[in-house]
Each structure stands twice: as C-alpha cells, then as structure tokens.
C-alpha cells in the first residue's frame, strides 16, 4: 500500500505560479510512475500530468503543455508539479496518483493509477 499527501494548493492571481507536492508513503521502496489529475466544480477528473519512475519522462496534457513541469525527488519520494503563468481555468482541485512501475510507458487515464491522494484545492482568480 502507498499513502500520498497532496499539498500546496491556494488562492492565487491569474499570472501566478504555485508548486503542488506530493508525498508518498508507506511501501516506497518500489517504483511508482506518477499522475497528476484535476477536477473542477461541475466538472469530470482529468489528466494534467504524467512523470515515470525514473523521472526521465514526462507528458501533459495541451491543456497545461508549456506552463506545468513534474519532476520528483525520490531520496524524499515526493513528486511536484511546478504550475506557472496560471489561468482561472486551472482553478480544480488537484490529485496526484500512483502506480506501480513495469515498464517505461506514462499513463494517463484515472483508470490506470491504483493510488490516490485526497486532493489540493488550487484556486486562480482572475
């Protein structure tokens, strides 16, 4: 099992940048590629960002292409998502999530992770 902690969401102005983390827990010692996801009021979950075990790949969605970089830091098994020049539209509440590593693909359906954090509300005003 792995337990991971979202953190870093809040009120910020449109143009503005945030850093979301996310802290895993528990049986780390396997390797996990990582998922970003979002929900906004109203709204279905939907892929943000994508970082492999290694953290050697990376994908995301058009939508934040540009603007949003992931990375993580394995000796502290949390992954970030770096969130630049932010838009009222990127207002949701963001989940990371996990799955186990087999292999060297990204994944970027909800269907696809196992394990998922309990959210971070990032709020852009405009």
């Known amino acids: 099992q792995v337990q991971l902690v979202e953190s870093g969401g809040r009120l910020v102005q449109a143009g503005g940048s945030l850093r979301l983390s996310c802290a895993a827990s528990?049986?780390?010692?396997?390797?996990?590629?990582m998922g970003w996801f979002r929900q906004a009021p109203g709204k279905e979950r939907e892929f943000v960002a994508a970082?492999?075990?290694?953290?050697?790949?990376?994908s995301y969605a058009d939508s934040v292409k540009g603007r949003f970089t992931s990375s993580r830091d394995s000796a502290k098994n949390t992954v970030y998502l770096q969130m630049n020049s932010l838009k009222p539209e990127d207002t949701a509440v963001y989940y990371c999530?996990?799955?186990?590593?087999?292999?060297?693909?990204?994944?970027?359906?909800?269907?696809?992770?196992?394990?998922w954090g309990q959210g971070t509300q990032v709020t852009v005003s405009s």
């Open positions: 999530a996990a799955r186990g590593a087999s292999n060297w693909a990204l994944y970027v359906r909800e269907y696809e992770y196992t394990y």
């Open positions: 528990g049986r780390t010692s396997s390797s996990y590629h």
């Open positions: 970082i492999n075990w290694s953290g050697s790949r990376t």
